[in-house]
T-cell receptor, first 113, second 113 residues
Framework: DGGITQSPKYLFRKEGQNVTLSCEQNLNHDAMYWYRQDPGQGLRLIYYSQIVNDFQKGDIAEGYSVSREKKESFPLTVTSAQKNPTAFYLC????????????FGQGTRLTVV | GNSVTQMEGPVTLSEEAFLTINCTYTATGYPSLFWYVQYPGEGLQLLLKATKADDKGSNKGFEATYRKETTSFHLEKGSVQVSDSAVYFCALRERSNDYKLSFGAGTTVTVRA
């Protein structure tokens, strides 16, 4: 089955630790995205990538980092510099055209204690 | 810049009631428009889309028409069910170099039996 997979579904980390969220897709999509969702709020774009080895900051990139070494993979690292990292993180991918929709993973709920 | 404004929720309805969720947008060009649905603890799923003016997207009894003159893409369903309880997001994708998706804040809909 083609799709986009995020892991793990739930993640707990201590304050001050970096943590990496995994996102893999087998849809042969060029573009991949990371969004953050807070309770009762919409989706805010963290980073996006339109092609391997290239990515751009979204609206709330501070305290996050990404890499795009393979077309299939777009991991997100939440660093200790992120002031309020507890949130629901969503990864998405799409063809790089305006007419096509994005496909979303099931999300990772990160809790920092 | 691009933006999407959705009617604020939460919205609570009885089964078989008519549902409308308003969505208006601001864009520099001619975007594609989408409605996504999110069930509790899950990622987003595409509900319907429209890629040009006067297009009507439809799926699972939901409909939305791309109105360029009013920059709107309102979601409607004639008779809701309990299973339609979810968060609904309006989104646009600009025909520009980056094809970024911009989302509204989401509208929580609860349908009671």
């Amino acid at each position: 089955d083609g799709g986009i997979t995020q892991s793990p579904k739930y993640l707990f980390r201590k304050e001050g630790q970096n943590v990496t969220l995994s996102c893999e897709q087998n849809l042969n999509h060029d573009a991949m995205y990371w969004y953050r969702q807070d309770p009762g709020q919409g989706l805010r774009l963290i980073y996006y990538s339109q092609i391997v080895n290239d990515f751009q900051k979204g609206d709330i990139a501070e305290g996050y980092s990404v890499s795009r070494e393979k077309k299939e993979s777009f991991p997100l690292t939440v660093t200790s510099a992120q002031k309020n990292p507890t949130a629901f993180y969503l990864c998405a991918s799409s063809m790089d055209t305006a007419n096509t929709e994005a496909f979303f993973g099931q999300g990772t709920r990160l809790t920092v204690v | 810049g691009n933006s999407v404004t959705q009617m604020e929720g939460p919205v609570t309805l009885s089964e078989e009631a008519f549902l409308t969720i308003n969505c208006t947008y601001t864009a520099t060009g001619y975007p594609s428009l989408f409605w996504y649905v999110q069930y509790p603890g899950e990622g987003l799923q595409l509900l319907l889309k429209a890629t040009k003016a006067d297009d009507k997207g439809s799926n699972k009894g939901f409909e939305a028409t791309y109105r360029k003159e009013t920059t709107s893409f309102h979601l409607e369903k004639g008779s809701v069910q309990v299973s339609d309880s979810a968060v609904y997001f309006c989104a646009l994708r600009e025909r520009s170099n980056d094809y970024k998706l911009s989302f509204g804040a989401g509208t929580t809909v609860t349908v009671r039996a």
